[in-house]
């Protein structure tokens, strides 16, 4: 390899630029190409660093898509535009429609909604994208906490949900907690879905990008701006329509595309590497699978087998080889990987970060403004409930399945396939490279996977389904901003908002808010470890665990919520998030610091000997005592912070519950801004059948129904609601 690489440097002419920072270790390598006559060093036109110095071949070129799969996604688009236009109909001016389509949805609607808001561009291109760059259920935690957390919305609150009567979440609060509780909540709600609507635009604009070259800013303002003209037009209305459609066209591709490549990918995980020439394998087992010979410096060993592989020498047409990255092969699941952090070995595993995610998907989604709007919407709460149970059971299969695309999609784009691209200036004691220790993933492998790989029909489908998902939550998430902060925030600071003119003000409101979205997509792009769709989705229920789970609970949970307890846990929960997330050691890595070889971080290049695997004298392989890697421990407590914020919370609420069980601490106002209220459309009634007859409490109750009872000294007010939709469960 060796002679490959000073042979190549001969023949090809020399371009300005340096592979390595430190500048003996160049000095080396210039030396070795030279013969000993130069100290320079430059990098041969046509070659790159990683054949020039680790004697990998550069990367191959992946051709752009054919414009077909940019027409077939445009024309979806288009269409669903369309039919979220025609839902302006439906709206009839009316605030009630607009928000939460009248109360009317039925079981089919709700279950398409809620599982489309559900299975994102997260779900699916997020899901597949952190599978293939780290492992299985990297990415596959993405669906399984979202799936849990429909089931748990279906166990706890999706019938107290239904039978509030209430326009949002935030009024649920309002109910029990007053106006200040309220646009806190209101707050860190609109915060969280910031965060999911730039993780979607992220999703939509990479799609669009890649298959148009139409610039990632440019693909994402531009999906902004399509779903936006279609969510304020008809609301709940079009969300609701354009998300059934969405769902017939995007759940049957998805399934269609995931178990045809799963059932006809051969092999479905990178097999054992059958290396190059002077490569050494690992063991007799993968020596006999490539028919390998006897070494000829390496004593024992079994090497590649050129003879038959690579008769031709390196560079011909009839030469077999790969780079060697995994001796013992891929697998498509390591179960150990949620068990053991040393499951991955070589290579690190975030553990903690992945049950953290779980946990944290599972339980902050429980204050998303989208599912519990779906729950609000529902003809009952039976169908709230049932549809709860069916959008988690439809998550997991859908969801699930595209974890296993990533072992399909690092056989074709990852470090053993010829479009591997490497960090040349990098070293790993673990994995016995001086240099090219790290692997760069390619951010658009899935994609490329769908448009190359794939069947044309079936790639072109799931392209569609990926739009299909991302579309059907951005305007779920642009439809809920604009509602929350019209009638929870701006109604409750100044007299300016009317039944009249909210409707109109909740549709003027949601244009800046999805322009911040789309500066957050802008801005994040692809660059965290998670990437941006699925590091947006994470922080987005982060938010909202960490501040408006617990009093959510306490609503339809505690006799008597404490409006005092739900202040102060708010405060408690997004006090110790802030802190925590500056307090605490974060590399941006992800992983924390295990004890092992796998969780030291790649070092510089160490040496320009060739790895001590390699079949070369000893004098050419790489001494890691002689010439260490010096490598630096992950060193990153991501997920504690997100766990302690919550449990903060709920302490704060529990001791303020316990503390205020014979009387309140404070005596607020009767009507002040911590005293419970009804807000507009709120208090709807339920007749025998478990239906709700119609009843507008803050309208009719109060001037000919029963009213509310006044306070007793010692004790919170208490609201004229029936038992079963606002106290114990």
């Not at 769902?247 to 595309?257: D, E, M, N, Q, R």
């Not at 690190?348 to 970060?353: Q, S, V």
């Not at 003027?508 to 947006?536: D, E, K, M, N, R």
């Amino acid at each position: 390899m060796i002679g490959y690489i000073v042979a190549l440097a001969s023949l090809l002419p020399l371009a300005a630029g340096q592979c390595i920072d430190d500048n003996d270790i160049n000095t080396q390598f210039a030396l070795l190409f030279s013969n000993g006559t130069s100290e320079l060093y430059e990098v041969p036109e046509g070659s790159c660093c990683q054949e020039t110095i680790c004697g990998l071949p550069c990367p191959e070129e992946v051709s752009d898509p054919t414009k077909g799969f940019g027409i077939v996604v445009m024309c979806f688009i288009a269409i669903t535009v369309l039919v979220g236009f025609a839902t302006v109909l439906c709206v009839k001016g009316k605030s009630e429609n607009y928000f939460v389509a009248g109360r009317t949805l039925p079981l089919w609607v709700v279950t398409a909604t809620l599982a489309s808001q559900s299975l994102d561009s997260n779900a699916i291109l997020g899901n597949v994208d952190l599978s293939y760059k780290y492992h299985f259920f990297d990415g596959a935690v993405l669906p399984i906490g979202l799936g849990l957390s429909l089931f748990l919305n279906a166990i706890f609150l999706a019938k107290h949900i239904n039978h509030d009567g209430a326009l949002t979440l935030p009024d649920v609060y309002a109910r029990r907690y007053g106006k200040v509780v309220e646009v806190m909540v209101a707050i860190c709600t609109i915060t969280s879905f910031l965060c999911l609507l730039g993780g979607n635009l992220v999703g939509l604009g990479t799609v669009i990008n890649y298959l148009l070259d139409f610039g990632q800013h440019e693909a994402i303002w531009l999906s902004a701006a399509l779903v936006l003209l279609y969510t304020i037009a008809g609301g709940l209305f079009s969300v609701a329509y354009t998300d059934v459609m969405q769902a017939c066209v995007g759940w049957l591709g998805s399934i269609s595309f995931a178990f045809y490549m799963i059932h006809n990918s051969d092999p479905a995980a990178p097999p054992p590497s059958i290396g190059f020439p002077s490569y050494s394998y690992p063991n007799d087992e993968i020596c006999a699978m490539y028919d390998g010979v006897n070494c000829t410096y390496l004593e024992g060993a079994c090497c590649y087998n050129e003879a038959k592989w690579c008769p031709g020498g390196i560079g011909s047409d009839n030469c077999t080889m790969d780079n060697g990255a995994y001796p013992l092969g891929d697998e498509r699941v390591i179960p150990a990987e949620m068990s053991d952090p040393q499951g991955l070995t070589p290579f690190p595993n975030a553990i903690l970060f992945n049950w953290v995610n779980m946990f944290v998907l599972a339980f902050g989604n429980l204050a998303a403004l989208d599912f519990q709007a779906r729950c609000m919407a529902s003809k009952t709460g039976k169908i709230a409930m049932q549809g709860c149970f069916i959008a988690g059971t439809l998550t997991f299969i859908v969801g699930i399945p595209f974890s296993y695309i990533g072992s399909i999609t690092r056989y074709y784009y990852g470090p053993d396939s010829p479009r591997a691209s490497f960090a040349t200036d990098t070293c790993s004691d673990i994995l016995g490279l001086p240099t090219c220790g790290q692997w760069l993933p390619d951010n658009e492998a899935f994609i490329k996977l769908l448009t190359h790989e794939a069947p044309s029909f079936l790639g072109g489908w799931c392209l569609v389904a990926i739009v299909a998902a991302s579309m059907s939550t951005c305007d779920g998430a642009i439809l809920a901003m604009g509602t929350v902060f019209s009638h929870n925030i701006l109604r409750n600071f100044g007299t300016f908002i009317s039944d009249d003119n909210l409707l109109t003000i909740a549709r003027f409101a949601s244009v800046p808010l999805t322009a911040i979205s789309a500066t957050i997509a802008a801005y994040y792009q692809s660059s965290h470890a998670l990437g941006a769709t699925g590091y947006l989705l994470i922080v987005a229920f982060d938010v909202v665990l960490a501040s408006v789970v617990v009093p959510l609970f306490g609503c339809f949970y505690c006799k008597k919520p404490s409006p005092l307890a739900a202040f102060c846990s708010i405060l408690a929960g997004v006090i110790t998030r802030i802190v925590l997330e500056f307090a605490l050691p974060k590399d941006g890595y992800l992983i924390a610091p295990y004890d092992g070889d796998e969780f030291l971080n790649y070092g510089p290049a160490a040496s320009s000997a060739v790895p001590p695997f390699w079949d070369y004298p000893e004098k050419d392989r790489w001494d890691q005592d002689e010439e260490p890697c010096v490598q630096e421990r992950y060193r990153d407590y991501s997920g504690v912070d997100s766990v302690a914020a919550p449990v903060a919370c709920l302490i704060v609420f529990l001791l303020i519950q316990f503390l205020e069980r014979n009387g309140p601490l404070i005596n607020f106002a009767e009507d002040g801004p911590f005293a419970g209220y009804l807000k507009e459309g709120q208090g709807l009634d339920l007749n025998e059948d478990g239906e709700k007859s119609g009843l507008d409490i803050s309208k009719t109750a109060r001037e000919d129904g029963p009213q509310p009872e006044a306070p007793k000294d010692g004790e919170s007010a208490e609201l004229n609601a029936p038992k079963e939709e606002s106290t114990e469960a």
